[in-house]
Structures are given as structure tokens and as C-alpha cells.
Nanobody, 116 residues
Framework: QVQLVESGGGLVQPGGSLRLSCEVSGNIFNIYTMGWSRQAPGKQREQLAEITSTGSTIYEEAVKGRFIISRDSAKNMAFLQMNSLRLEDTAIYYC??????????WGQGTQVTVSS
């Protein structure tokens, strides 16, 4: 069974930075895409960024230029470097992987709070 565990969330001031990490464990044998989503209180979950097994990346407009997704495939890990954080970035951040034959698997989430 595959599990995803996020870490690195916390409280940060506006304009600050955080780096989220996601570790994937379990029986991962196939090539997969990794990514990050978030859900703010009272809002739908929104996809922020994803990175394929070949390193291609896609970003949602609200975070483009501020957030950077990366991965270490050898360690089955993904990262989200978040810079210039804003109040509206406050949310629970979720890591996910997508596999062609298994669909999407989600982590439990990590809270990010941007507040002065």
C-alpha cells in the first residue's frame, strides 16, 4: 500500500517562505506524476503544481513565479518551495501522486498559515 506523508508546514509572515516535503512509501514500481494541491477554509481544493517523471512542470496561475515544485525520484520525494507567501495562501496543502493504472493517491495534508 502506498502512503504519502507531507511535512514542512507551519506559521509564516506575509512575504516569507516555506518548503514543503512529501515522502512516498510503499510499493511504487511504475512511473508517476507528483504534485501539490491545497484547500482553504470554505473553498474547493485547487491544484497548484505538478511534475512528471521526466521533470516537466505545470503551475496554477496564482502560484506561478512564487512556488517551485521539484522531486527526487530516487528517494520518492517531492518538494514545494513557496516564496513571497500571501495571506490567501493559508490552507491545508496536500501532496499527491498520479499513476496511469492506479489513479490519484493523496497525503493527509499539512497546514500552512500566513499571518502577521
Amino acid at each position: 500500500q502506498v502512503q504519502l506523508v507531507e511535512s514542512g508546514g507551519g506559521l509564516v509572515q506575509p512575504g516569507g517562505s516555506l518548503r514543503l516535503s512529501c515522502e512516498v512509501s510503499g510499493n511504487i514500481f511504475n512511473i508517476y506524476t507528483m504534485g501539490w494541491s491545497r484547500q482553504a477554509p470554505g473553498k474547493q481544493r485547487e491544484q497548484l503544481a505538478e511534475i512528471t517523471s521526466t521533470g516537466s512542470t505545470i503551475y496554477e496561475e496564482a502560484v506561478k513565479g512564487r512556488f517551485i515544485i521539484s522531486r527526487d525520484s530516487a528517494k520518492n520525494m517531492a518538494f514545494l518551495q513557496m516564496n513571497s507567501l500571501r495571506l490567501e495562501d493559508t490552507a491545508i496543502y496536500y501532496c499527491f501522486i498520479w499513476r496511469h493504472d492506479q489513479g490519484t493517491t493523496w497525503g493527509q495534508g499539512t497546514q500552512v498559515t500566513v499571518s502577521s
